[in-house]
């Protein structure tokens, strides 16, 4: 049975507690406001959690991991601000029916390990940092005791998209295009070049194919940064990706790859219809279990 490993749900003390601010994050009735996003019109019933429960049975997943949504930004939030929102996220969705399972997050502002090591041992299957707060070398080094705590616990990390800066007369779809996407593939590239040698061990899925970072490889060796490396303990959610940019990343992170006995997914393989042979035997043998959906 399938796993998805990238969805959102907002419990209702966690709605009340966004509706009850009068800055960003802030939700209107049912209107979201963030700081570099114009007004979303959420669906209730996208939070509705008898409704949502009955699509992911109808869906036949075994799993479906939510986590807190990093655009909020409730992570970047001083301490007062984020520690109840948490509370209300990790309280309510822990609480939810199967087949749902929970992504931790952490207040970055006051970082304390500690009460993401609690969150982990409560049953929550790893964290998820927002992108934004990886981007370079000095963002792996400054979450090191985070990432410590998930590699002791075996535990893998999740990372998302965090919130995206204000741009003015930008389209409706500009922040998940531009600053989603480019948060991703830098945080992918300062794991690569930061984040790995401090922790070997750490699993670790990036969301929205990692912004497509991988498909730089070409352009990575010519600058020096070295080819043919393959990561067994990375893997890439699908998002809303379909099955061109599916097929351009499994040829990247895997089909010249050599399956490992250190591959330990911590989801089963989902093989979308790609349309290619290649793409579907990188998926099936050579690059095993890595490639995850998601349907946020």
């Not at 531009?178 to 040698?197: D, E, I, S, T």
């Not at 067994?232 to 351009?248: E, Q």
Request: with cysteine; net charge negative.
């Amino acid at each position: 049975m399938p796993v998805d490993v990238h969805q959102h749900i907002w419990p209702p003390d966690l709605v009340e507690l966004l509706r009850a601010r009068t800055a960003p994050p802030h939700l209107d009735g049912w209107t979201l406001r963030l700081e570099g996003e114009p007004p979303y019109a959420v669906d209730p019933a996208d939070h509705d959690i008898g409704a949502r429960t009955r699509l992911a049975v109808a869906d036949g997943l075994e799993l479906a991991l939510v986590s807190l949504s990093g655009p909020l930004g409730v992570e970047h939030l001083p301490a007062a601000e984020a520690l109840p929102l948490l509370s209300a996220f990790h309280d309510g969705a822990l609480a939810l029916p199967a087949p749902f399972g929970v992504w931790a997050s952490a207040c970055l502002s006051e970082p304390d390990p500690e009460a993401v090591e609690r969150e982990l041992r409560r049953g929550c299957v790893g964290l998820q940092l927002p992108a934004t707060a990886l981007l370079d070398a000095a963002g792996w080094h400054g979450r090191a005791p985070f990432l410590d705590v998930l590699t002791r616990l075996g535990k893998p990390l999740f990372v998302h998209p965090g919130p995206a800066p204000p741009a003015p007369a930008a389209p409706p779809w500009w922040a998940a295009l531009v600053p989603y996407q480019q948060q991703l593939h830098a945080a992918w590239f300062a794991f690569r070049a930061f984040g790995r040698a401090r922790h070997p061990g750490l699993r670790v899925c990036f969301a929205a194919l990692a912004g497509l970072a991988p498909l730089h490889g070409e352009r990575l060796a010519a600058r020096g940064g070295g080819r043919g490396e393959v990561d067994f303990d990375v893997f890439y959610d699908t998002s809303s990706y379909g099955t061109g940019a599916v097929d351009a990343l499994v040829r990247a992170v895997g089909i010249d790859g050599v399956v490992s006995g250190s591959d330990r997914p911590y989801a089963p393989p989902v093989v979308p219809d790609l349309g290619a042979d290649a793409a579907v035997h990188a998926l099936r043998t050579v690059n095993p279990a890595r490639l995850l959906r998601g349907r946020a």
